[in-house]
T-cell receptor, first 110, second 110 residues
């Protein structure tokens, strides 16, 4: 059974810092990996999808990487802003299986 | 844009009541999912469906059932609500291994 771990569970940084969120998974036989953002009391909003054949995806200030062989993905946020404060979750998508990490709660202080 | 709509955002129900949580998606997706999300536990899959009238148990199906009579609608049923079912419930639909979430339904069982 796929297990997904996100470290750290919570992170607080001053505005303007670059930061990295980590996601690790135990089974490298995956189709895709997806990063989501969740604001308090809301559903999940997709940020980036990396297919298993890709190494990274970029969208604006966000860059996600994938290393299947080591079972790791990172989400890099450049020049963080208070509006980036949210919980970030990764989801590992395999054959008829989708597993989520518990998330990293990010706070960006003005 | 894909839209996944959960009709009830906030519900308060009494122990023993029968509860229906409704989810509708407008993109003709075959796959639909129900998750619950609890602090520190992340998202846990309750049930999923790959087609009309088809359902599969997820990781925590006990105390729940589902109904998929039409492709666009996937209902989660709590036959006899209990206080340990107080949680946030998230519906999702998926296409080509990417997943879209509704806004969530907060259920409190008293």
């Amino acid at each position: 059974k796929q297990e997904v771990t996100q470290i750290p569970a919570a992170l607080s940084v001053p505005e303007g810092e670059n930061l990295v969120l980590n996601c690790s998974f135990t089974d490298s036989a995956i189709y895709n990996l997806q990063w989501f953002r969740q604001d308090p009391g809301k559903g999940l909003t997709s940020l980036l999808l990396i297919q298993s054949s890709q190494r990274e995806q970029t969208s604006g200030r966000l860059n996600a990487s994938l290393d299947k062989s080591s079972g790791r993905s990172t989400l890099y946020i450049a020049a963080s802003q208070p509006g980036d404060s949210a919980t970030y979750l990764c989801a590992v998508i395999g054959n008829n299986d989708m597993r989520f990490g518990a998330g990293t709660r990010l706070t960006v202080k003005p | 844009d894909v839209k996944v709509t959960q009709s009830s955002r906030y519900l308060v129900k009494r122990t023993g009541e029968k509860v229906f949580l409704e989810c509708v998606q407008d993109m003709d997706h075959e796959n639909m999912f129900w998750y619950r999300q609890d602090p520190g536990l992340g998202l846990r899959l309750i049930y999923f469906s790959y087609d009309v009238k088809m359902k599969e148990k997820g990781d925590i199906p006990e105390g729940y059932s589902v109904s998929r009579e039409k492709k666009e609608r996937f209902s989660l049923i709590l036959e006899s609500a209990s206080t340990n079912q107080t949680s946030m419930y998230l519906c999702a639909s998926s296409f080509v291994n990417t997943i879209y979430f509704g806004e969530g339904s907060w259920l409190t069982v008293v």
